[in-house]
């Protein structure tokens, strides 16, 4: 009775009114990242030569304000996404269609911002030129061609070769032709594809929630509402949605013992980003059920891997790109961060070498392919586990012994790992908990991070300003927002699945 009296409170704020609120923090954000967001500085910017979004960038006020603005604005959609909570909660709260009517407004300011939490974008349409030049991605990194860093890319991948699959690579050659190299047409064209991302990430996360026996609307509330999706997603033009949504996909039409087409779809993914190729060996666990013996499970695994080996082949000589992401998957040293655990020991270790007279280059790559070659291990032991009774929470374990063994980590992988474990099982309380916390944390660091303001002011007092003000900020919505405060404290307990949205 006390759950249900609290329900009943939580519940006051109407469906009407969280839509708005939360449409106006994304229009905040989008306004901030005006003056703050990642400005094209390509010569063919019409936008760089306009004096309005100028004057956001050079004034130092203006770009305070643009920073207490997407500070503001993250907080208010976090909790606009709290507060939806106790309706993702059972059968008296939302359906599907109401929920994504809610987060497609959440999330349609953000279609006009400039790209925000990272500048992965300006890369895709520099991979897209490469393509469109006759020069593989796979082979040479971007600056292979003249004028690459005025066309806002990171200088990460200057010399890495593309971590993308032969499928995202020609369709980012295709918008890069499209907008003829104007980075505002191609910016709003690869966010048409992220949003459609986005989508498909919506209704496949609803589809195998349900063919999983989960509650379909809270694992969207959890993974697609989350704002650090929505605005890394559709603010920072990511294609990850895309690749979750494939991985989604397959793994549903597993559910219904359809090998071709989940093959085809994990193919499509693995087309976007090579990484899921991991998921196979659980993608076949799933088609057959529990408790198979060895001899099934070698079968199902050799008819996968030919199928899905049949569908890349396909994808290969459409793109004429062939398995060139293969060896590329694996040679990302060369762009470590420092601060991914195995970059950092890969560097430490390389540099020590080189103090002692041996090649940097060869040590810090041989680091890596020994990490490289525990996280394949333990993906095997886990394939080979006795107890396959969830496929998909292995596959989330596999995932992130991959992603935390990796020599780099972007702080956006996290959604991966987080997708496949809400997916997976019905988490406890105090774990959805820490996910509303490291969300939060994460989206603190990237916006810190990724402020566009270098070019005009002082780097590390603007990017202390917007740290000391985020965290404040954060502190003040779990510690003193009543509402917020009411939700975090419980009890809630896991998110049931008496609501079952239909498809």
């Known amino acids: 009775m006390a759950v249900l009296a609290i329900n009943r409170m939580l519940l006051g704020e109407s469906l009407r009114s969280l839509g708005w609120q939360g449409f106006a923090a994304s229009a905040m954000i989008t306004v901030a990242s005006w003056g703050i967001g990642w400005f094209p500085r390509n010569q063919l910017s019409p936008l760089a030569r306009s004096g309005f979004f100028i004057e956001f960038r050079t004034d130092a006020s203006g770009v305070i304000t643009c920073i207490i603005l997407m500070a503001l604005g993250m907080v208010w959609l976090t909790r606009t996404w709290i507060v939806t909570r106790p309706r993702v909660q059972g059968a008296t709260g939302v359906t599907h269609k109401q929920l994504g009517q809610l987060l497609g407004m959440w999330a349609a300011p953000l279609m006009f911002s400039f790209p925000i939490l990272s500048r992965d974008v300006y890369s895709y349409l520099a991979q897209g030129r490469m393509l469109h030049a006759d020069k593989s991605p796979y082979a040479e990194g971007i600056s292979a061609l ?14 890495s070769p593309s971590p993308y699959g032969p499928f995202f690579l020609v369709l980012a050659r295709v918008i890069f032709f499209a907008s003829n ?29 349900n063919k999983m026996g989960q509650n379909s609307t809270w694992a969207n509330w959890a993974i697609v509402g989350n704002p650090l999706f929505l605005l890394t997603m559709i603010g920072g033009v990511h294609n990850d949605a895309l690749m979750i949504a494939g991985v989604f996909c397959a793994m549903a039409y597993a559910y219904d013992r359809r090998p071709v087409a989940s093959t085809l779809a994990l193919s499509i993914a693995i087309s976007v980003k090579p990484i899921v190729l991991l998921v196979l060996p659980f993608l076949g666990l799933i088609i057959l059920g529990k408790n198979p013996s060895k001899r099934a499970r070698w079968s199902m695994w050799a008819k996968v891997l030919v199928l899905t080996l049949i569908w890349l082949s396909i994808v290969g000589a459409l ?6 992401w293969l060896p590329a998957m694996f040679s990302a040293g060369s762009a470590a961060f420092p601060y991914a655990p195995v970059g950092l020991i890969g560097w430490s270790v390389s540099n020590l070498a080189g103090i002692l007279g041996g090649d940097i280059g060869f040590v810090n790559g041989l680091v890596v392919a020994l990490f490289q070659a525990l996280a394949l291990v333990i993906v095997a032991r886990l394939a080979l586990s006795k ?15 991959v992603v935390l063994l990796a020599p780099i980590i972007q702080p956006w992988y996290i959604l991966w790992l987080m997708a496949l474990f809400v997916i997976s099982h019905r988490v406890s309380w105090s774990s959805e908990k820490l996910m509303i916390y490291v969300s939060s944390l994460i989206l603190v660091a990237v916006f810190v991070d990724q402020l566009s303001i270098e070019q005009w002011h002082s780097a590390w007092m603007m990017r202390s300003f917007a740290g000391v003000l985020a965290v404040l900020l954060f502190a003040g919505l779990f510690r003193f927002d009543a509402k917020t405060r009411r939700i975090l404290a419980g009890p809630a307990g896991p998110a049931g699945s008496s609501h079952q949205g239909k498809m």
């Open 387 to 401: 107890d396959i009774s969830n496929p998909v929470r292995l596959a989330a374990w596999s995932l992130s012994a």
């Open 319 to 324: 793109t004429n790109l062939w398995f060139g």
């Open 181 to 209: 190299g104007i980075p505002e047409i191609g910016v709003g064209l690869l966010r048409i594809v992220a949003m459609l991302g986005v989508i498909g990430c919506f209704h496949f996360t609803a589809k195998l929630a």
């Open 146 to 159: 003249p004028g690459w860093f005025d066309g806002g890319s990171d200088g990460l991948w200057a010399q």
